[in-house]
């Protein structure tokens, strides 16, 4: 069982757990108001971060919703608030909201190429034979950016895009000086090879290098990242980006380069976000 984490009086997380693809939830408190950030991926997963919440006298006012995948969403019904949410994501939950969850609509899914494995399988573990998911119409829905006062504290929720999810937000306290990222610096999934693409990820990064932060929340790491951490990361994602481009989608000269220049064999990480540059290269 994954255990509410406090980052300080306004900040709450519970963590990722990896098992089920159940991404982090999070809770910005305010004087006057508590803002929840994504739903979860089941009606369970909602319950236990509410219930926690709850040990701790927080209750939240507000929902915001980073992107509309299965693992951010299916809690919703759960969470009894105003729903905040892009434009994109709202009208892809009213897709969602026609789809059944059953295995043989799932497996049919699968051979369309429409879902893929990986999100089968995990929704497969993580509800058992609870399928009947319920997903209300989110509230409220912005094109750009909005900003939400909390009383004391402010979230400047604001659509990004990117590779992994066309319409993914982050979610910036200024207060706090933290960034909730969602899922916006993955791969892209629903796609043969998961991959990167150059343009798209130099872009996302730029977006995100203007926000002034201390700490960073991508949904899936099991930890919150320190400025220093989150630059190598960043600095990773750029410099496999600008030697894919510079060896036009060739893996072992990429990986050959980067190896040289910091005198040692690449760790995984490194490797893998190579790949997904040389998929995103060659278009699968
Ligand atoms: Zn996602």
């Excluded at 004087?31 to 927080?58: C, M, P, V, W, Y």
């Excluded at 604001?158 to 910036?172: A, N």
């Excluded at 949904?219 to 600095?235: A, C, G, N, V, W």
Aim: include cysteine; charged fraction near 30%; aromatic fraction near 10%.
């Amino acid at each position: 069982m994954q255990t509410l984490k406090r980052i300080s009086n306004r900040l709450f997380y519970l963590p990722p757990y990896q098992e089920t693809d159940r991404p982090i939830l999070a809770a910005i408190t305010g004087e006057e108001k508590t803002l929840l950030i994504d739903a979860g991926n089941s009606s369970s997963h909602a319950k236990l971060f509410l219930d926690q919440l709850e040990e701790r006298n927080i209750k939240g006012d507000l929902l915001v919703l980073t992107h509309w995948h299965w693992d951010h969403v299916f809690g919703m019904r759960e969470i009894q608030a105003p729903i905040i949410a892009h434009d994109e994501t709202y009208n892809k939950i009213k897709e969602l909201q026609e789809l059944s969850w059953e295995d043989k609509e799932l497996d049919q899914r699968v051979k369309e190429g429409i879902e893929i494995p990986f999100c089968a399988d995990a929704i497969k573990k993580e509800l058992g034979n609870e399928r009947d998911i319920f997903l209300p119409d989110p509230d409220l829905t912005f094109e750009t950016r909005m900003k939400v006062n909390l009383g004391g504290v402010t979230c400047l929720i604001e659509h990004v895009g990117g590779d992994h999810s066309h319409d993914s937000s982050i979610v910036y306290i200024q207060e706090e000086k933290a960034l909730f990222l969602g899922d916006c610096l993955y791969a892209n999934l629903y796609s043969k090879n998961w991959n990167y693409t150059i343009d798209n990820t130099l872009q996302l990064i730029q977006q995100i290098e203007k926000y002034d932060a201390d700490i960073f929340f991508l949904s899936h790491h099991d930890r919150p990242l320190t400025k220093e951490d989150f630059s190598s990361f960043l600095q990773l994602m750029k410099s496999a980006a600008f030697l894919t481009k510079k060896h036009e989608g060739n893996e072992e000269a990429v990986v050959q380069e980067m190896s040289e220049s910091k005198q040692r064999k690449l760790s995984e990480e490194e490797m893998e976000t190579i790949t997904f540059f040389v998929n995103g290269f060659s278009g699968n």
